[in-house]
């Protein structure tokens, strides 16, 4: 049955910033387990064996297959505290070896904060600014906030960020994990639109062989019923993806967000193409620019 549809994605200058670049060293390394959900231990040559921070709470199960997946890690910077010196920043897609899946949220929103700042990320949205990061309303913390000038006033702006790398046909979907918080800070966007604030919702791919993003409905059917009850709000819907290389990341352009997918991947969509693992080891959303009809 084919997806409801909410519009078409809002239309912007074509402007690109410039891309992110990780300082420090870049290694290529083989992932072979994650110890915890912050941290892995990777294999380098010539067959060294070291830890390396995982910056993402996410499952990764169809990214993160132990002995079959490579990526890269970088160093931290100089004179860092950190006591693991390596973060593992991408991982190549086990559909084609020659895309690259970046599983650092941190830097996601990051980027996010640095574009909206400079106008690079939808002008429309970067015009409530200015941006602050990690802006409170209510019980919950936003990845974004505009609060104007006056100190403790409440915001007048806010925008939550939500990054992908699970992979499902043309789309990236999310959650790969049920998300009680997501589903509770979708709830608060909503709320905060409904009392005449202006919200957004993000999410961006981190990778770039999609077209499209969508709630992953199947895996967590109160996230998605949030987000469509945040659309009908009024909270602005939106999407878009990156290009990863070694060592850098790129805006690669927005993306139309569709209506949950509510069927299951059954097994991974990614890992029909990929080497069998080891024994041992609809419609799109647009918020007040184009709302459900």
């Known amino acids: 049955m084919p997806s409801r549809k909410y519009g078409s994605p809002p239309e912007g200058p074509s402007r690109t910033p410039p891309e992110f670049r990780y ?12 110890k915890n959900r912050f941290l892995v231990e990777v294999e380098g040559p010539p067959g060294t064996v070291f830890p ?66 400079e106008g690079w990320l939808f002008p429309e949205v970067s015009a409530w600014g ?38 499902g046909g043309p789309a990236a979907l999310f959650p790969d994990a049920p998300t009680r918080r997501g589903a509770h800070h979708v709830d608060r966007l909503t709320e905060f639109a409904s009392s005449g604030g202006r919200a957004a919702l993000l999410f961006v791919a981190q990778r770039c062989d999609v077209r499209e993003i969508r709630p992953y409905g199947a895996m967590d059917p109160r996230f998605s019923r949030a987000v469509e009850r945040a659309a009908a709000a009024g909270v602005h819907i939106l999407g878009c993806r990156v290009r990863v290389r070694p060592g850098g990341i790129r805006f690669a352009g927005r ?8 069927t299951p991947l059954g097994p991974p969509e990614e890992e029909r193409h990929a080497p069998p693992r080891r024994r041992n080891r609809g419609g799109t959303f647009r918020g007040r620019q184009g709302f459900p009809s």
């Open 23 to 34: 300082p420090g060293d870049i290694r290529r390394v083989r992932f072979r387990e994650r």
């Open 52 to 117: 390396a921070h995982l910056r993402n709470p996410g499952r990764m199960r169809e990214l993160l297959r132990e002995g079959d997946t490579w990526g890269h890690v970088v160093s931290a910077s100089p004179g860092s505290p950190r006591s693991t010196r390596w973060t593992l920043v991408d991982v190549e897609s086990p559909a084609d070896p020659s895309i690259l899946v970046s599983v650092d949220a941190v830097i996601t929103n990051h980027l996010v904060h640095q574009w909206l700042g």
């Open 130 to 167: 200015p941006w602050r990061r990690e802006v409170p309303w209510m019980d919950c913390r936003f990845d974004e906030g505009s609060v104007g000038g006056i100190p403790g006033a409440p915001p007048r702006a806010l925008l939550e960020v939500k990054s992908s790398n699970l992979r």
């Open 255 to 262: 993306l139309p967000v569709r209506a949950p997918r509510w």
